[in-house]
């Protein structure tokens, strides 16, 4: 029986084991609320695909409490399933059919016909910016358009809740720009509460008005992209080694960057060490001399303003996809 709820996801010490004894989810609860924009982030194998399984009934959860627009997970997946739609990373069009049929036969398996399911599917041929191709085979589409379609056969049924896991992932930054417009359009218009899961923090910082973080099975943190961003509140600067497996190197490096006054915080990250530090711009000199006074050398140095990545390193100890992000940085090349 549905619950009157302003939640449209409410989910509470959620575990999940695997058959191999894996946890894959160790206790985790977060809320969304209904015509929220939500990003669930984690580094690969961090749980998140396995979070998204389990809300979407496809996988049976280990225990925890879930409910989904107020229906029990466990009494009522039926009528959950009824209310959400679900785009995966990888398109599940058919290519032997047009955009037209692959979303009529969408329209069909949830049980719409007639007028009503042909007035849909041009609704959202026009939607997507399909309909000259509308009577195209599948096959003949780019991969944006491929992901356009795939958006569209989800949105058929006029979901409340629509999940994306990795939706733009291959695409290229033209069309990626152009899902994200449909998305946020689909958020802020018609009110559906979208769940996220995305590699782009870049993707996650402009459409997610809250966020989780999610590592080794359990949340990390959570807020939104504005509050993690401050909750940071350092610059960040970071070191390439020359020889990033010389584990005394690393060591005796962090050990002097950490005698500098202003810096917050000295980590390990992939191949180097991060510093986070006030006023980035002023301790980098500072960075740059103490190095030299102790004969220590860096491959490069790089500084920035702090951003969702660095919110994720700083909780995770990696960097995710930093190559995507269009980040603006300074590169000093050390001698």
């Not at 709820?5 to 010490?13: A, D, F, R, W, Y």
């Not at 990003?39 to 280990?62: D, E, M, Q, R």
């Not at 910082?205 to 509140?233: F, M, N, W, Y």
């Amino acid at each position: 029986m549905k619950n009157q709820t302003s939640e449209m996801i409410s989910v509470e010490n959620l575990v999940e084991v695997y058959s191999d004894g894996t946890k894959a989810l160790n206790g985790i609860s977060f809320k969304v609320k209904e015509g929220e924009f939500f990003g669930f982030l984690g580094p690969n194998g961090a749980g998140k695909s396995t979070a998204i399984k389990v809300l979407t009934t496809l996988l049976k959860k280990t225990s925890g409490r879930v409910s989904v627009a107020g229906y029990d997970l466990d009494k009522s997946p039926k009528e959950i399933r009824k209310l959400i739609g679900v785009v995966n990373q990888e398109t599940v069009v058919d290519v032997d059919l047009t955009g037209k049929e692959n979303l009529r036969l969408q329209g069909r398996l949830e049980q719409m016909h007639g007028s009503a399911l042909e007035s849909r599917v041009e609704e959202l041929l026009k939607m997507v910016q399909l309909e000259e191709f509308a009577d195209k085979e599948a096959g003949r589409y780019s991969g944006g358009m491929k992901k356009r379609l795939d958006l569209a056969s989800a949105l058929i049924h006029k979901p409340k809740l629509l999940f994306l896991d990795e939706p733009t992932t291959g695409l290229d930054p033209q069309s990626r720009a152009s899902i994200w417009d449909y998305l946020e359009t689909l958020n802020r218009e018609e009110g559906i509460t979208i769940f996220l899961t995305t590699q782009y923090l870049e993707e996650a910082d402009r459409l997610c008005r809250q966020l989780c973080i999610i590592d080794h099975g359990k949340i990390v943190t959570d807020g939104s992209p504005a509050e993690l961003k401050q909750a940071i509140g350092h610059d960040t600067i970071t070191l390439l080694l020359k020889n990033p497996r010389d584990a005394a190197l690393r060591t005796e490096t962090k050990r002097v960057l950490q005698e500098i006054d202003g810096v917050a915080d000295v980590t390990d990250s992939d191949g180097g060490i991060v510093v986070h530090a006030k006023n980035g711009d002023q301790i980098i000199t500072d960075v740059v001399a103490i190095l030299d006074r102790n004969n220590l050398r860096a491959a490069s140095l790089s500084m920035s303003s702090p951003t969702l990545d660095d919110v994720f390193l700083h909780y995770t100890g990696r960097r995710i996809r930093a190559e995507e992000l269009g980040r603006k940085t300074t590169e000093a090349f050390l001698m």
